[in-house]
């Protein structure tokens, strides 16, 4: 299997280390515009070829299972994503997919006429093993009849773009990043309730944006990104809707919470979604009232949340069984993730079908 990454830079990185762990051997090229970024990647790696822009790493002949990453900022990830699959081969595309839903449409297009895999890393927390409990607990049935679930990521100071990667400004101007918190989070967000609860549809029915000001912003740069997000959501499912009070933030003057908690009518289930080492927390009635036990953990994998990207496409691309967001799927993930600014901006409510080929309803 050859891999083919457009950027060099942390992100690239990942994808190499993530491919030790992956049976059978993997070849990887990788292309940047810029040749610091390029000699930088050579010196970690040597054996890599390198080249000077997608292009041409990508002018040789294609095999049934390449797959090109596409490791660039968002601003960047339509051209080479369109390139890839002119050359015939997957994609894997970081996370947002795009930088509007034209532009995913596009990508979806482009991979169904080349008749090939459309994936996204944002499944960065699909697999991890408190997750994977969260999901046998729900299949058990021992919560009931679902009824509502809080989901709230809210941290004071983690700003990309600031306290996170200060380095990479291009986070705080929407021209490149495409948005702030939500877009640089959603997209995990969405990918993991998704896969938790499978919905049909998913309906937008109210959101708002903010940036809380702090004495840390900058005044060098472009910042008119978000830091902070919430909505109410609707997963519409085959088992009944299920109401979520969702809520997401890098800058916040509120306590920091890393909770989700989902409550039915015989239990309730909680965990921190993107903290594995947390403990999954079961509360049932037995009697004299609730009672909170630590629910039997998954068994841990060799994987962290940087491999699951590369694994589970590679697992899509030679037909295994696979938790990778694909498509049509990947495409709807991210039409909900815009449609929340959307609904933040006209206050109207918002629909996205999961699975529907030919329905495209929110702009």
Same mark, same amino acid.
């Given at each position: 299997?050859?891999?083919?990454?457009?950027?060099?830079?942390?992100?690239?990185?990942?994808?190499?280390?993530?491919?030790?762990?992956?049976?059978?051997?993997?070849?990887?090229?990788?292309?940047?515009?810029?040749?610091?970024m390029?000699?930088?990647?050579?010196?970690?790696?040597?054996?890599?070829?390198?080249?000077?822009?997608?292009?041409?790493?990508?002018?040789?002949?294609?095999?049934?299972?390449?797959? $090109?990453?596409? %490791?660039? @900022?968002?601003?960047?990830?339509?051209?080479?994503?369109?390139? *890839?699959? &002119? +050359?015939?081969?997957?994609?894997l595309?970081?996370?947002?997919l795009?930088?509007?839903?034209?532009?995913?449409?596009?990508?979806?297009?482009?991979?169904?006429?080349?008749?090939?895999?459309?994936?996204?890393?944002?499944?960065?927390?699909?697999?991890?093993?408190?997750?994977?409990?969260?999901?046998?607990?729900?299949?058990?049935?021992?919560?009931?009849?679902?009824?509502?679930?809080?989901?709230?990521?809210?941290w004071?100071?983690?700003?990309?773009?600031?306290?996170?990667?200060?380095?990479?400004?291009?986070?705080?101007?929407?021209s490149?990043?495409?948005?702030?918190?939500?877009?640089?989070?959603?997209?995990?967000?969405?990918?993991?309730?998704?896969?938790?609860?499978?919905p049909?549809?998913?309906?937008?029915?109210?959101?708002?944006?903010?940036?809380? $000001?702090?004495? %840390?912003? @900058?005044?060098?740069?472009?910042?008119?990104?978000?830091?902070? *997000?919430? &909505? +109410?959501?609707?997963?519409?499912?085959?088992?009944?809707?299920?109401?979520?009070?969702?809520?997401?933030?890098?800058?916040?003057?509120?306590?920091?919470?890393?909770?989700?908690?989902?409550?039915?009518?015989?239990?309730?289930?909680?965990w921190?979604?993107?903290?594995?080492?947390?403990?999954?927390?079961?509360?049932?009635?037995?009697?004299?009232?609730?009672?909170?036990?630590?629910?039997?953990?998954e068994?841990?994998?060799?994987?962290?949340?940087?491999?699951?990207?590369?694994?589970?496409?590679?697992?899509?691309?030679r037909?295994?069984?696979?938790?990778?967001?694909?498509?049509?799927?990947?495409?709807?993930?991210?039409?909900?993730?815009?449609?929340?600014?959307?609904?933040?901006?006209?206050?109207?409510?918002?629909?996205?079908?999961?699975?529907?080929?030919?329905?495209?309803?929110?702009?």
């Amino acid at each position: 299997m050859r891999v083919y990454l457009v950027g060099a830079g942390v992100i690239a990185r990942t994808h190499v280390e993530a491919a030790a762990k992956l049976d059978g051997p993997i070849e990887f090229r990788v292309a940047d515009v810029s040749p610091a970024m390029l000699a930088a990647f050579g010196e970690a790696y040597p054996d890599i070829p390198r080249y000077p822009d997608a292009a041409s790493m990508l002018a040789e002949p294609a095999r049934e299972d390449d797959i $090109v990453i596409v %490791a660039t @900022p968002p601003f960047a990830h339509l051209e080479p994503t369109l390139q *890839a699959f &002119a +050359s015939g081969r997957h994609v894997l595309c970081e996370k947002p997919l795009a930088m509007s839903t034209d532009e995913a449409e596009r990508m979806l297009d482009a991979a169904e006429a080349a008749g090939r895999l459309l994936g996204c890393c944002s499944v960065r927390f699909r697999g991890l093993p408190h997750t994977e409990t969260v999901k046998r607990v729900l299949n058990s049935g021992v919560l009931g009849e679902l009824t509502h679930l809080s989901w709230v990521n809210k941290w004071a100071r983690s700003r990309s773009g600031i306290e996170y990667q200060p380095a990479s400004r291009w986070f705080l101007d929407r021209s490149k990043s495409g948005g702030g918190v939500l877009m640089d989070w959603g997209p995990y967000d969405l990918a993991t309730l998704t896969d938790l609860f499978a919905p049909d549809q998913i309906s937008v029915t109210a959101a708002t944006t903010s940036r809380p $000001v702090t004495s %840390a912003d @900058p005044s060098d740069t472009v910042f008119d990104v978000e830091t902070a *997000a919430a &909505a +109410s959501l609707v997963l519409h499912r085959a088992a009944g809707d299920l109401l979520v009070d969702f809520q997401r933030a890098s800058g916040t003057h509120g306590e920091e919470i890393f909770r989700a908690e989902l409550e039915g009518t015989r239990g309730s289930v909680r965990w921190a979604p993107f903290d594995s080492e947390a403990d999954v927390i079961l509360r049932t009635d037995e009697g004299d009232g609730p009672v909170e036990r630590v629910a039997d953990p998954e068994p841990r994998a060799p994987f962290t949340i940087f491999d699951y990207p590369l694994k589970h496409f590679v697992d899509a691309v030679r037909g295994r069984p696979s938790r990778a967001l694909l498509g049509r799927e990947a495409v709807d993930a991210f039409r909900t993730v815009r449609a929340l600014y959307e609904v933040a901006a006209t206050g109207e409510p918002a629909s996205i079908p999961f699975g529907d080929q030919t329905t495209r309803t929110v702009a």
